[in-house]
């Protein structure tokens, strides 16, 4: 099969490579002008917004498949496109992907649709968002709009943080901003795959405040709360979207936190964030190609009930490059290793959580932790 993966990052050259460790026949693409890894991939050099371009190649060059991971194609329309021309992609369209891209959107479908997320609001003008944060509950947290290319999340204080944070935000160019109640709990990130019909869970995951070290499964994701989250968020989003636009097919993230008995959802995403695919491949046990080709046909439900997971655990650490890691890395066959600019991520496994940290150990006493 001949498959295209839209995007130039970490995360691109990590799919590929997976992929090709699945099927060495498939031909793997990617829009890229990185050739570092002829093996595994051809990059195309195409901007990942140059959704002509993208089209054309992928006609003209009998591509079976597209895996859009660039959520700047994304946005610019690569499956709506994709859909005039009767090309097969693994995307979500634009219009259904906005939930993903704007807090401000995914807040008010949330507060619409009555799923739990912390009290907010949204402002347009610097002195409205002073005021309210003048008479706000501290600490609160105040986040960008448009996420595309950035998501910040600050968190204050005080009114004098709050107050500074706000004018930093506007100073630079930020049209619109979310201020949010802040809940002190730490945040378990859940990740689902739907066809628009069907939904299911893929991964939790947790992390350290920096996102330097990675766990999962969640031990407190339950079986019971994966159906509270389908029920009363994923498919009710799904629906909403369905009202005002195409549906949506592809990866669904929430960023939520469990409080008592309730579910609170902050952030929605489109794909997995920095570095959680590599958790997620890391304990994988279906055919990924077929998964994703499946979901993007409209028959997820028809070949899958669920998504099949190892039992083990997977924990990833994140490090900065060093002579002493790499000659540290170099005997290593066991783990699952991406190199990221200045950085190392290593993945490891185990059938408990303390195991596959043994695994690792090593690199975070060199004390060359990120």
């Known amino acids: 099969m001949k498959i295209l993966i839209t995007g130039s990052d970490i995360n691109a050259m990590l799919l590929a490579k997976y992929i090709k460790s699945e099927n060495n026949l498939h031909d793997i693409y990617i829009t890229t002008d990185d050739n570092t890894s002829p093996e595994i991939y051809t990059g195309i050099n195409i901007k990942e917004n140059n959704i002509s371009a993208i089209t054309d190649f992928v006609k003209y060059n009998g591509i079976d498949f597209t895996i859009a991971l660039s959520k700047l194609a994304i946005i610019n329309g690569i499956a709506d496109e994709f859909k005039k021309e009767g090309l097969l992609i693994f995307a979500p369209f634009a219009e259904s992907a906005r939930i993903t891209y704007f807090n401000s959107i995914a807040k008010k479908i949330l507060y619409k649709l009555k799923i739990n997320t912390p009290k907010f609001g949204i402002f347009d003008r610097e002195n409205l968002a002073i005021d309210y944060a003048r008479n706000a509950q501290y600490p609160i947290l105040i986040l960008n709009d448009f996420t595309l290319f ?164 997977s924990y990833t650490l994140t490090v900065k490059k060093s002579k002493e890691i790499i000659e540290n890395l170099e005997n290593e066959e066991d783990l699952i290793i991406t190199e990221n600019e200045n950085e190392y991520i290593i993945t490891s496994t185990g059938t408990t959580l303390n195991y596959a940290k043994e695994k690792v150990n090593i690199y975070e006493e060199t004390g060359k932790k990120v």
């Open 150 to 313: 950035e998501r910040i999340i600050k968190k204050a204080d005080n009114f004098s943080l709050a107050k500074e944070q706000i004018q930093n935000l506007f100073e630079n160019d930020t049209e619109k901003i979310v201020i949010e109640n802040y809940i002190e709990e730490n945040p378990i990130y859940v990740y689902f795959i739907t066809d628009g019909y069907n939904a299911y869970p893929l991964i939790s995951i947790e992390k350290d405040e920096l996102g330097n070290t990675i766990t999962a499964p969640s031990i407190k994701i339950s079986e019971e709360i994966y159906k509270r989250l389908l029920n009363t968020v994923i498919y009710p989003l799904l629906d909403d979207i369905t009202k005002y636009c195409d549906n949506y097919t592809g990866i669904l993230g929430a960023k939520i936190i469990l409080q008592e008995n309730k579910i609170y959802i902050t952030e929605l995403y489109n794909g997995f964030e920095k570095y959680d695919l590599q958790v997620f491949l890391s304990l994988l046990e279906e055919n990924l190609i077929n998964m994703l080709y499946e979901t993007a046909t409209g028959s997820l439900a028809d070949d899958y009930s669920y998504i099949k997971l190892s039992e083990k655990y």
